[in-house]
Nanobody, 122 residues
Framework: QVQLVESGGGFVQPGGSLRLSCAASGLPFSKYTMGWFRQTPGKERDFVSGISWSGNIFYGDFVKGRFTISRDNAKSTLFLQMNGLKPEDTAVYYC????????????????WGQGTQVTVSS
């Protein structure tokens, strides 16, 4: 079955960096659009970034050049490099896969990971 396993979350001070990874299995990774979303308690899941199977990249407005998404199709792994982290970036970050064109709507993604917690605090 399809599995998406995130890692790399943790605790970091404001201005710090983290690199999230999402290891995928059970799907033709190179043919899927991949995305990162985040969610805080009581709020909807927000689109962070997406990368299509062809390599087109998209970011949520709040990213403002701080995050970089990438993928390694040979290793079926998705990455999110996060720099300049702010306390408002604190959330559970989810990896998602979609068999189709990219979208910011979480309901249109087919598979999800379990999430990894990112906490930004001094």
């Amino acid at each position: 079955q399809v599995q998406l396993v995130e890692s790399g979350g943790g605790f970091v001070q404001p201005g710090g960096s983290l690199r999230l990874s999402c290891a995928a299995s059970g799907l033709p990774f190179s043919k899927y659009t991949m995305g990162w979303f985040r969610q805080t308690p009581g709020k909807e899941r927000d689109f962070v970034s997406g990368i299509s199977w062809s390599g087109n990249i998209f970011y949520g407005d709040f990213v403002k050049g701080r995050f970089t998404i990438s993928r390694d199709n040979a290793k079926s792994t998705l990455f999110l490099q996060m720099n300049g982290l702010k306390p408002e970036d604190t959330a559970v970050y989810y990896c998602a896969a979609r068999d189709g064109v990219w979208t910011t709507h979480d309901s249109e993604y087919d598979f999800w990971g379990q999430g990894t917690q990112v906490t930004v605090s001094s």
